[in-house]
């Protein structure tokens, strides 16, 4: 009977340290998780206040250039100098549409926290 009690413990102790050591694991994750969340937060902000001084700014910037240079070619080459500003508006909005699309999809959310569970499954899968 002694040899049953003494085997009890040890396999309960085990079972205790493996249950702490998976509950350390998933509270680190949690807690990069909710640091990421936090960035994304913030750099959502960031981009939101960006944009929105982006559009104010070169609106006010575009509607005087447009009125510079209409009053400026009033007589001489009105359609020309409209139809010019026109395609160079078009050509800058393409480039910042593509810049902002290349911005939101250059970094994936949650990137580490990924790659953290990755690297936890890869480790659970490989026997030693």
């Not at 009690?5 to 040890?10: A, C, N, Y």
């Not at 970094?107 to 580490?112: G, L, N, P, T, V």
Request: proline letters at 1%; aromatic letters at 4%; charged letters at 20%.
């Amino acid at each position: 009977m002694s040899e049953a009690t003494e085997t009890k413990p040890g396999v309960w102790a085990s079972l205790k340290r493996g249950l702490d050591a998976l509950l350390a694991t998933t509270h680190n994750r949690v807690e990069l998780f909710v640091v990421e969340l936090q960035e994304e937060k913030c750099r959502l902000v960031e981009v939101i206040v960006c944009a929105a001084a982006v559009v104010a700014l070169g609106l006010m910037s575009l509607s005087l250039v447009t009125l510079t240079v209409v009053v400026l070619c009033w007589e001489n080459g009105l359609l020309a100098a409209l139809a010019s500003l026109s395609i160079v508006s078009l050509i800058g909005t393409a480039v910042v549409w593509r810049a902002l699309q290349a911005r939101l999809k250059a970094r994936s959310a949650f990137a580490s926290t990924l790659d953290e569970l990755k690297k936890d499954r890869s480790c659970l899968e490989t026997e030693n």
